[in-house]
């Protein structure tokens, strides 16, 4: 009896295994296991400061209310949101202008010790960014740019460069050489066959790379906290510490500032993560 009972089950585990709803369902459940703190911010978002508080924890609200979003939109959040759009934008740009040629350079003019400069470009994201936190600091006292736009493009750009720059190298060294020549044959200097050619052959490379870089940016929080001081400079991962107080944390205004804040780049990555994963994909192989 036992031994027709494990072999009922055993059975009954080999079909599901070879089913093929079964990778659907696995994929269901880790969806919803990853998604669970977004959907139980969202939530909360609608909770009351009291119902927030009260015990024992909801997971619905009782009676949906806006006081959260309210408390949000007429306080510093919407003034930090700019701020990290400007932030993000303005490093993104800088970071790509800069990468794509240097990218070039070393995939397609190698020269003695271009291996040392990529491994330089390595070493200095290895080393942990905390770890750098004192000195970045001291320095942009130095030269006045604490509590600056300035001040916190210049961190979040060396924060992103040298990734950026590894991955549009991979991206580079897999394109066909051919098509470069046929254009220097047709009168193309090196520079026009670059932007000519290049490029737009490589717009999903150059989508990969902002796009990364932007999120990077956006979701910076240590030398943002660090190096502001007032909301006029302060990114909205900041912000949202408004809500935090000595006594009293507002978790109904954070969740509210959460769903505010990253639902335009959760649906900004949805409609692109095709260009990341591509990019990602293609910058990892070594031409």
């Keep these: 009896m036992r031994e027709k009972s494990e072999k009922k089950l055993s059975k009954w585990f080999i079909d599901f295994i ?42 619905f609200p009782r009676n949906l209310s806006l006081e959260a979003y309210i408390r ?9 949101l700019r701020n990290s759009i400007i932030i993000s934008l303005t490093t993104t740009f800088i970071v790509v202008c800069t990468a794509l040629p240097t990218a070039y350079g070393l995939s397609r ?7 040392l400069t990529l491994l330089f470009f390595l070493i200095s994201r290895i080393i942990p960014p905390l770890s750098l936190l004192v ?17 916190l493009i210049i961190v979040d750009t060396y924060l992103s460069l040298p990734l950026v720059i590894w991955m549009l190298k991979g991206f580079f060294d897999e394109f066909p050489q051919e098509l470069i020549d046929s254009a220097l044959i047709d009168g193309c200097s090196k520079i026009g066959a670059f932007l000519r050619v290049v490029l737009p052959l490589t717009s999903i490379a150059i989508a990969a790379a902002a796009i990364i870089t932007f999120l990077w940016t956006w979701n910076e929080f240590i030398y943002a906290m660090v190096f502001t001081t007032t909301s006029d400079v302060s990114p909205i991962t900041v912000g949202i510490f408004t809500f935090v107080g000595d006594e009293v944390i507002e978790w109904n205004s954070m969740c509210a500032v959460g769903v505010f804040t990253s639902l ?20 990892a192989i070594k031409g």
Excluded at 32 to 58: G, R, V
Excluded at 72 to 80: G, Y
Excluded at 135 to 151: A, D, E, I
């Design 135 to 151: 000195p970045f600091y001291l320095l942009l006292s130095h030269l006045r740019l604490v509590n600056t736009f300035l001040g």
């Design 72 to 80: 949000v939109f007429t306080s510093d959040v919407p003034l930090t």
């Design 264 to 283: 335009p780049a959760i649906l900004f990555f949805i409609f692109a993560q095709k260009y990341v994963v591509e990019g990602l994909t293609k910058g």
């Design 18 to 59: 070879e089913s093929p709803i079964t990778p659907y369902a696995v994929l269901c459940i880790l969806a919803l296991f990853m998604l669970s703190p977004i959907i139980l911010m969202f939530l909360n978002s609608f909770k009351s400061i009291t119902e927030a508080f009260s015990w024992p924890p909801t997971i």
């Design 109 to 115: 003019y190698p020269y003695r010790g271009s291996r």
